[in-house]
Nanobody, 127 residues
Framework: QLQLVESGGGLVQPGGSLRLSCAAS????????IGWFRQAPGKEREGVSC????????YYRESVKGRFTISRDNAKNTVYLQINSLKPEDTAVYYC????????????????????WGQGTLVTVSS
């Protein structure tokens, strides 16, 4: 019954932007830290950005700093990832996940305490 659904992916040119959404159903995100992860074909899933339940702590992978922005709207039970200045190497399936009792670094880097995963949304960056 607990579910996360990603949306907003698509085909975009290098340098373009997208806004990814992660909507929760069956539970409230108020008490959960949320992370965005991505997986390219043949590669391991990696943490992109994670945000604490209080929004007091945010983590970004080094390769996306200054380009991606994570935010949350608890009233809408939704977390967003604004992805700008996109590069071909950003091409991947993007997943969101929710967890508790974890730091954003542990969540994104170590993938700790993840309880619910979405199905993913595909982002393709190509000319």
């Amino acid at each position: 019954q607990l579910q996360l659904v990603e949306s907003g992916g698509g085909l975009v040119q290098p340098g373009g932007s997208l806004r990814l959404s992660c909507a929760a159903s069956g539970f409230t995100l108020d008490y959960y830290a949320i992370g965005w992860f991505r997986q390219a074909p043949g590669k391991e899933r990696e943490g992109v950005s994670c945000i604490s339940s209080s929004e007091s702590s945010i983590y970004y992978r080094e390769s996306v700093k200054g380009r991606f922005t994570i935010s949350r709207d608890n009233a809408k039970n939704t977390v967003y990832l604004q992805i700008n200045s996109l590069k071909p190497e950003d091409t991947a399936v993007y997943y969101c996940a929710a967890g508790r009792f974890t730091s954003v670094q542990a969540m994104c880097v170590r993938k700790r305490n993840l309880e619910v995963w979405g199905q993913g949304t595909l982002v393709t960056v190509s000319s």
